[in-house]
């Protein structure tokens, strides 16, 4: 119990201090080593497919708690727009949102940042909108003539009262660049409309040389790379330690949406130490999942040792460790923290391994116990375009 507290404060303390705008661990971001002009691209690239997303859900009934074409409110739409667009996930909620940005003041404010709001009298951040430029802003608006996915502009007064500050979560386009509004879809200044029309006009940032980025651009494919390492619990066997061992994975594999959506496709090296059985294995499998938060895996498992368990009735021991389908689990990370050094997230797996009993009589709780494993830990993972 005590390493798993452990592993949950680190997972929180990292949680708190991971800071925005998000300098890397984004599926575009740039090399490190990238040129000022490189990274000004990339950059800009990541405003306009966040921009593009939002823009997509456009006319999207409010729901509260919503995250999808159905229904979303405020912190969901920046939400899908950030994990759609780039890869990563953010805080929830609009004062979890307000809390991780960088604050800035409106008039340095970029299309692509965030703009908070307090529409109650609780003094907390309630609402939550994604600048557009030139004072106007896609949100999922909950009350109000017009609720659901809209444009509105901070000139409307309700929206200028509660403002309450803006916020940063891609590094700011560097001086050289410049915002312009290009033909699109955000409705002229004075405009109420939250439909399609011919006057309207969309921002973007764009160079103010001759190159520039174009959300034609997107890549339906990233690769990805990345290892974890987590402890094995011994939760179904009676006595002993309550550690059983740990697990490990060595993984790459690729993100694409090319069969609908964002679907996360692997292969695993993945070493077990089994200090109840006293088995090393080492099992390589293939995964696949959706949008690496949830994935099964199977594959074959090599067994290095003899097999056994230590019962009150003596020692009980196992063949079949070794096999051509030797496991088969699942994997599931709720949640992940970007960074510059990559993605973070803490996960849980559950797999079932192929042991089978030697012994005549029958013990259904150790040969459970034998067959099963569960693990808590921490994942790294890198993403790259092709």
């Known amino acids: 119990m005590k390493i798993l507290f452990s592993s949950i404060l680190m997972f929180t303390a990292y949680a708190l201090f991971a800071t925005a705008p998000l300098d890397g661990g984004y599926n575009i971001a740039p090399r490190p080593s990238a040129s000022a002009e ?3 691209l990339a950059i800009i690239e990541a405003r306009n497919r966040v921009i593009n997303t939002a823009e997509k859900y456009l006319n999207t009934p409010y729901r509260y708690g919503g995250m999808s074409s159905t229904g979303m409110d405020c912190s969901g739409l920046i939400c899908i727009s950030f994990r759609e667009a780039l890869g990563v996930n953010l805080p929830r909620s609009a004062s979890g949102l307000y809390s991780w940005a960088e604050k800035i003041p409106l008039d340095k404010a970029q299309p692509g940042d965030l703009l908070f709001f307090k529409t109650d009298n609780s003094g907390r951040i309630t609402h939550v909108a994604l600048y557009l430029g030139g004072r106007r802003f896609i949100h999922a608006a909950s009350v109000g003539a017009r609720t659901g996915v809209i444009y509105t502009s901070l000139d409307e007064g309700s929206w200028s009262r509660t403002f309450a500050g803006a916020g940063r979560a891609l590094p700011e386009v560097s001086q050289g660049y410049q915002q312009i509004l290009t033909s699109g879809r955000v409705p002229s ?11 309207e006009s969309t921002a973007e940032i764009t160079i103010s040389t001759s190159t520039s980025t174009s959300s034609s651009s997107k890549t339906n494919l990233q690769f990805i790379y990345g290892v974890s390492i987590a402890p094995t619990w011994n939760g179904f066997l009676k006595g002993g330690n309550f550690l059983r061992g740990f697990s490990s994975n060595f993984r790459v594999g690729a993100d694409t ?8 496709f692997g292969l695993e090296l993945r070493p077990e130490y089994d200090g109840a059985l006293g088995v090393f294995r080492i099992p390589l499998t293939m995964s696949c ?18 097999a056994s368990l230590s019962t009150a009735e003596g020692q009980r021991n196992y063949s079949g460790g070794t096999s051509w389908l030797g496991t088969i689990g699942i994997n599931a990370a709720p949640f992940s923290i970007n960074s510059q050094a990559g993605n973070f997230a803490p996960y849980f797996e559950a797999a079932w391994q192929s ?22 830990g921490l994942r790294w993972t890198m993403q790259f375009s092709n």
Not at 257 to 264: A, D, L, R, V
Not at 289 to 306: E, N, Q, R, T
Not at 355 to 376: E, I, P, V, W
């Open 189 to 199: 200044s004075g405009s109420n409309t939250g439909s399609r029309g011919q006057n």
């Open 355 to 376: 042991y089978k009993s030697d012994n005549s009589n029958s013990n259904l709780n150790a040969d459970f116990s034998a067959n099963f494993r569960f693990s808590t």
């Open 257 to 264: 949406k090319i069969f609908g959506p964002q679907m996360m």
């Open 38 to 40: 490189e990274k000004n």
């Open 289 to 306: 999942g959706y949008m690496d938060k949830f994935s099964i895996f199977a594959g074959p498992v090599l067994s290095i040792g003899s």
